[in-house]
């Protein structure tokens, strides 16, 4: 079953779901742009590791994965305590699963199978790229030693909160846009000049172009398509449940849209 939405989906905005998102679009996008690639270039995926101080921004609620498997027996001694082996009347705790200071976030690199050259860094930004702190930090670094090398960077974000890595266009008014994702084209012979295609919540994500190395052509990506497997493989029309409120911000016109579009499919169910 496809996602209620024709382009991003934003209960997959959750963080609590996006990791899995994450990796996916990530291994889907590999594996559109290989047949394409071969046999001069090649996808592969990496692996970068943030360390950030738990923060609710960033992290979803500590997750029960046990609960107590009887309550406690609540007795009043008439005598001095005394020690026992007896299990029937030790408490049982909570267990509960703990976020990890360590994050681990994929990305590609498209590289020249000859000499293992770096061409293009492809990444999806994670909400620890867009919130302030160490993780993000440690991100722009990085973008910054992308730019100041001989390779194209892209950046795909589809998450509508946090700060922004990608410089937001502005139109003939000085204002930006209507959108809720970015995605950013930074070609490695054109450094004075981004390509940023904005996406409103209700458009189909974009086929954009992917720079190699000149000569060599551009190879274009249908992003709505990495998403839709995605969503399909990944159960998520299973998972989610749509009559509960939406798990990140929208605007005003984005949650009436969103209502709107919902109800619809509703009375066609």
Same mark, same amino acid.
């Given at each position: 079953? %496809?996602?209620?939405?024709?382009?991003?989906?934003?209960?997959?905005?959750?963080?609590?779901?996006?990791?899995?998102?994450?990796?996916?679009?990530?291994?889907?996008?590999?594996?559109?742009?290989? %047949?394409?690639?071969?046999?001069?270039?090649?996808?592969?995926?990496?692996?970068?590791?943030?360390?950030?101080?738990?923060?609710?921004?960033?992290?979803?609620?500590?997750?029960?994965?046990?609960?107590?498997?009887?309550?406690?027996?609540?007795?009043?001694?008439?005598?001095?305590p005394s020690i026992s082996h007896d299990d029937d009347d030790?408490?049982?705790?909570?267990?509960?699963?703990?976020?990890?200071?360590?994050?681990?976030?994929?990305?590609?690199?498209?590289?020249?199978?000859?000499?293992?050259?770096?061409?293009?860094?492809?990444?999806?930004?994670?909400?620890?790229?867009?919130?302030?702190?160490?993780?993000?930090?440690?991100?722009?670094?990085?973008?910054?030693?992308?730019?100041?090398?001989?390779?194209?960077?892209?950046?795909?974000?589809?998450?509508?909160?946090?700060?922004?890595?990608?410089?937001? %266009?502005?139109?003939?008014?000085?204002?930006?846009?209507?959108?809720?994702?970015?995605?950013?084209?930074y070609r490695a012979t054109d450094r004075d000049h981004v390509?940023?295609?904005?996406?409103?919540?209700?458009?189909?994500?974009?086929r954009f172009r992917i720079p190699l190395r000149p000569p060599?052509?551009?190879?274009?990506?249908?992003?709505?398509?990495?998403?839709?497997?995605?969503?399909?493989?990944?159960?998520?029309?299973?998972?989610?449940?749509?009559?509960?409120?939406?798990?990140?911000?929208?605007?005003?016109?984005?949650?009436?849209?969103?209502?709107?579009?919902?109800?619809?499919?509703?009375?066609?169910?």
């Amino acid at each position: 079953m %496809p996602s209620p939405f024709p382009g991003m989906d934003p209960w997959l905005e959750d963080p609590a779901r996006w990791p899995g998102v994450h990796q996916a679009l990530i291994t889907y996008l590999r594996d559109a742009m290989q %047949p394409h690639l071969r046999p001069r270039y090649a996808a592969t995926i990496g692996e970068r590791i943030y360390v950030a101080a738990h923060h609710r921004s960033l992290y979803p609620d500590v997750m029960v994965v046990q609960q107590p498997l009887k309550e406690a027996t609540v007795e009043y001694a008439t005598e001095a305590p005394s020690i026992s082996h007896d299990d029937d009347d030790v408490a049982e705790p909570w267990i509960i699963s703990l976020p990890s200071d360590e994050m681990r976030v994929p990305y590609i690199e498209i590289v020249r199978t000859d000499t293992g050259e770096v061409v293009t860094v492809i990444e999806l930004l994670s909400p620890i790229n867009k919130a302030e702190g160490a993780g993000r930090e440690q991100y722009l670094k990085k973008q910054a030693e992308v730019l100041q090398s001989q390779a194209n960077l892209v950046e795909i974000d589809l998450l509508g909160a946090g700060l922004r890595t990608i410089p937001t %266009p502005l139109d003939a008014t000085g204002r930006p846009p209507r959108h809720r994702y970015l995605i950013g084209v930074y070609r490695a012979t054109d450094r004075d000049h981004v390509a940023v295609y904005p996406i409103r919540l209700d458009q189909r994500l974009p086929r954009f172009r992917i720079p190699l190395r000149p000569p060599d052509r551009d190879i274009v990506v249908d992003l709505q398509a990495a998403f839709d497997r995605c969503y399909d493989n990944g159960a998520y029309a299973d998972l989610v449940n749509y009559a509960q409120p939406v798990p990140v911000a929208l605007s005003t016109e984005e949650a009436a849209w969103v209502q709107a579009r919902l109800a619809a499919r509703a009375e066609k169910a």
